[in-house]
């Protein structure tokens, strides 16, 4: 029983255009939510986050989105850089409830030049 | 460089064996994970050690263990290997038991 899914296992864009990475969850108790890259053969390096509190949260060319009633969250990627090619791994937890974080399977991106 | 430091970086050995990753926290940080990441999946969580005491435990098999030392440094415990536990094993850290998670480079678990 997956509770965070991430539906698309890869992703190509072209640099400079936009990229969007996907994220649905089961668990309604899940109130927040983190993004991870994994480079191959590193550990996976954190991102950026989001609580259930708000909507959207911005650093830099990175921004998250959270609809709570679909209980869907979005990752998007302005403009893409080659250096964003990576696996994006979405996590979410029920901090509230002290659980711990469930990750999703992953999405490669790559960024073509 | 998150922190958080993993040796050894990379074992080979034989089913049947056993072998112990070991883990070095942020400094700090007082919990420590452990996730497992078999070849092209997501990471699947084994167990959570808070202070020293076991926190939680996911799909960790009775043949794996772990424990977490008073100095905050953490071991996990891979017996009677078989084939299917060749993955990558990484271990996390974070300051409190449902903070963001730092990771370390991965142990890589060869089984031949």
């Known amino acids: 029983d997956q509770q965070v899914k991430q539906n698309s296992p890869s992703l190509s864009v072209q640099e400079g255009r936009i990229s969007i990475l996907n994220c649905d969850y089961t668990?309604?108790?899940?109130?927040?939510f983190l993004w991870y890259k994994k480079y191959p053969a590193e550990g996976p390096t954190f991102l950026i986050s989001?609580?259930?509190?708000?909507d959207k949260n911005e650093d830099g060319r990175f921004t998250v989105f959270l609809n709570k009633s679909a209980k869907h969250l979005s990752l998007h990627i302005v403009p893409s850089q080659p250096g964003d090619s990576a696996v994006y791994f979405c996590?979410?937890?029920?901090?509230?409830?002290?659980?711990?974080?469930?990750f999703g399977p992953g999405t490669r991106l790559s960024v073509l030049p | 460089d998150s922190g958080v430091t993993q040796t050894p970086k990379h074992l080979i050995t034989a089913t049947g064996q056993r072998v112990t990753l070991r883990c070095s926290p942020r400094?700090?940080?007082?919990?420590v994970y452990w996730y497992q990441q078999s070849l092209d999946q997501g990471l699947q969580f084994l167990i959570q050690?808070?202070?020293?005491?076991?926190?939680a435990k996911g799909n960790i098999l009775e043949r794996f263990s772990a424990q977490q030392f008073p100095d905050l440094h953490s071991e996990l415990n891979l017996s009677s290997l078989e084939l299917g536990d060749s993955a990558l094993y990484f271990c996390?850290?974070?300051?409190?038991?449902?903070?963001?998670?730092?990771f370390g480079e991965g142990s890589r678990l060869t089984v031949l």
């Open positions: 996390a850290s974070s300051v409190i038991t449902t903070g963001e998670l730092f």
């Open positions: 989001i609580s259930s509190i708000k």
């Open positions: 400094s700090g940080d007082l919990s």
């Open positions: 996590a979410a937890s029920a901090r509230n409830y002290g659980q711990n974080f469930v």
């Open positions: 050690y808070y202070n020293g005491e076991e926190r």
């Open positions: 668990n309604s108790m899940f109130d927040y």
